[in-house]
């Protein structure tokens, strides 16, 4: 646990715990409003969370080569997490056109 310094500890556990609260605020408001394009946005975010996850759980073990496969996977969580994000902001603009033409 001594790879990081304890402000950058502070910064990674918060960011991923403002993520956490991110995705279930969307959801949230995806069931109260009843867009589901809102719980799809928050589907598109849970593969970038689980690649900072990743690279807190890399971190929090001294950067050990043992688990340098995490690092692998949190590059890969990232690109996956941005095609789903793109995709996910794609279906709210496409709800949002298809909700205004039929009013």
């Known amino acids: 646990m001594n790879a990081l310094s304890i ?3 502070i910064v990674h556990v918060s960011s991923v715990v403002e993520w956490i609260a991110a ?12 867009d589901q394009s809102w719980r799809m946005l928050s589907w598109g975010m849970l593969p970038a969370l689980i690649g900072a996850m990743c690279a807190c759980t890399w971190h ?10 995490l690092v692998t996977l949190q590059a890969a969580m990232t690109v ?4 789903t994000l793109c995709a996910a902001g794609w279906w ?5 056109k298809i909700s205004v033409n039929n009013e």
Do not use: H, K
């Open 7 to 9: 402000p950058t500890w």
């Open 23 to 34: 995705i279930w605020l969307v959801w949230t408001y995806g069931e109260i409003s009843s």
């Open 60 to 69: 929090f073990f001294d950067n050990i080569s043992a688990l340098s496969w």
């Open 80 to 83: 996956l997490g941005n095609f």
């Open 92 to 96: 709210l603009w496409r709800s949002s």
